[in-house]
């Protein structure tokens, strides 16, 4: 079955770094985009990063943009988040997504969780001195 895995989450101060991990199994991450989103207490799901697949072609949100890095290596099939200068509104809990049904990029709206299909569990990110 397909299966997504975060890792990496935890509690760091302000101005810290963490590095996520999506581990994926049941596909070959070679052919899927995916993409990181967060969702914090009482607010909707909102797009981070993410990464196609045809050319390895990122977008951010302006929120992390500078801040935050994806990246992925198929070998291993997994695509990570290197998180630097956190701040205290990072804190979230932060999923991975697959969009095996190619909509995503197509349709100029890589950021939108509407249009990924598989998701991870959620690892926690919490940012606070």
């Known amino acids: 079955q397909v299966q997504l895995v975060e890792s990496g989450g935890g509690l760091v101060q302000p101005g810290g770094s963490l590095r996520l991990s999506c581990t994926t199994s049941?596909?070959?991450?070679?052919?899927?985009?995916i993409g990181w989103f967060r969702q914090a207490p009482g607010k909707e799901r909102e797009g981070v990063s993410c990464?196609?697949?045809?050319?390895?072609?990122?977008y951010y949100a302006d929120s992390v943009k500078g801040r935050f890095t994806i990246s992925r290596d198929n070998a291993k099939s997994t695509v990570y988040l290197q998180m630097n200068s956190l701040k205290p509104e990072d804190t979230a809990v932060y999923y991975c997504?697959?969009?095996?049904?190619?909509?995503?990029?197509?349709?100029?709206?890589?950021?939108?969780?509407?249009?990924?299909?598989?998701w991870g569990q959620g690892t926690q990110v919490t940012v606070s001195s």
């Open positions: 990464i196609d697949s045809t050319d390895g072609t990122t």
């Open positions: 049941g596909f070959t991450l070679d052919y899927y985009a």
């Open positions: 997504a697959a969009d095996t049904s190619d909509f995503a990029y197509p349709l100029g709206e890589p950021l939108a969780p509407r249009y990924y299909n598989y």
